[in-house]
């Protein structure tokens, strides 16, 4: 910070240490706290802009997606330039977030945060926030979370509904124990048809950041033991007790108490079909290597098409890299519609399906939600650019 402009900002959290139970003390320990918000879309930029202006010391966000205009309708982070941009939305969020705060670390993660790269996500992180729009992902991090012993919140909103917990290694059930198996989830709405609300997604959002604020600022014992389901169209909210850890489950099972009764919670409705199958196929992986631990990153995350809930998309992963400027090339000489920043390259294809390619070797293939012709989409427009390029000029 610069030094003459320092005083301005003296009192940028005075009425938050005016709260009592934070408190000076308490806003110190926010400074030097870290947390993850996985997901920056409706939920994940009110999470971000919540813990951000609280003055937590380390935010980092992790985002697979770009601003859409579709977003802006609820994304309280993004403007319409980023959208026009095809902005990374890790990248947008965080322009926004450091002209917020200043004073804070603010990180930005362009990436799908999955079984290959959750290691480095949350790396040195106090807590995970939940800002995911899919069960696979947020049974990921829920493991994770507590194969370290970081507590993860969980917040999942669709239509004018949502669910919040925090659940915390040692003292809570983890997520799989309470949404369930992949079965049951499978029979649930999924958001690409219930729409979303903003204001119900800022209610949701209001339920995480409190709890994460409370625990960052050192108010532990002040951490609510529920699952909160809200509906805010109708208006009502159930709170449920959560269970403590499952006898025999593996994630949280280690410090059971033997005379916990499972609650029979409501399921997530923004849990997408897609996800299931992701997920059934990642424990189709577990049980045929023999094992029910987590699988290595290699065993099913090579080639995974997955279709993303509500998007309309379905995101390939190949096991590569793109030199970016190199394709750019290549399909300009093709003529076909190209928009292009440094994260990405989105690509208008003759058919009308959209390819956006991140230098990780992420391709989100748009317009289609067939995650079979997704893959033969990439084989047919994504082998090397030289072949293309010879192909395209014996063409012409
Ligand atoms: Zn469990």
Known sequence: MHEQTEDIWADRYDRQIRFAPIGA?????????????????????????????????????????????????????????????????????????????????????????????????????????????????????????????????????????????????????????????????????????AGVLSAAVDFIASLQAVEAIKWLSGNRNAVRKSWVVADLWRFSVREFTLP????????????????????????????????????????????????????????????LAVALCGRDSVQVTLPRTFQLEQWQVVFERLGYEIKANRYLLKIGLPDGERLVLFPDGRVLVQGIIDADKALRICVRYLTDPLEMQAEEEART
């Open 25 to 193: 003390k308490g806003q110190a320990r926010l400074a030097n706290m870290r947390a993850l918000i996985v997901g920056c879309g409706a939920l994940g930029a009110s999470l971000a802009q919540h813990l951000t202006r609280a003055g937590v010391g380390k935010v980092r966000i992790a985002d697979r997606d770009f601003v859409e205009p579709s977003n802006l309708q609820r994304q309280m982070l993004f403007h319409e330039a980023d959208a026009l941009a095809v902005l990374p939305k890790a990248v947008a969020a965080a322009e926004k977030l450091r002209a917020i705060n200043g004073s804070i670390e603010i990180e930005a993660l362009v990436t799908d945060v999955n079984s290959m790269t959750i290691t480095a996500a949350m790396e040195n992180v106090d807590l995970v926030l939940d800002g995911t729009d899919n069960a696979a992902t947020r049974l990921l991090l829920s493991e994770a979370c507590f194969a370290r012993n970081i507590p993860f919140i969980y917040g999942g909103v669709a239509g004018a509904e949502g669910m919040s917990a925090m659940l915390i290694p040692g003292q809570t059930a983890c997520l799989r124990c309470l949404i369930g198996d992949e079965a049951s989830v499978e029979e649930e709405l999924n958001c690409d048809t």
């Open 244 to 303: 403590g850890c499952t006898p025999g489950c593996h994630i949280c099972g280690g410090l059971a108490d033997e005379n916990i009764v499972q609650l029979n919670l409501p399921r997530s409705e923004s849990i997408a079909r897609s996800d299931v199958l992701a997920h059934r196929e990642e424990r189709k992986h577990r049980l045929q290597a023999g094992t029910d631990e987590t699988p290595p990153a290699h065993a099913w995350s090579q080639t």
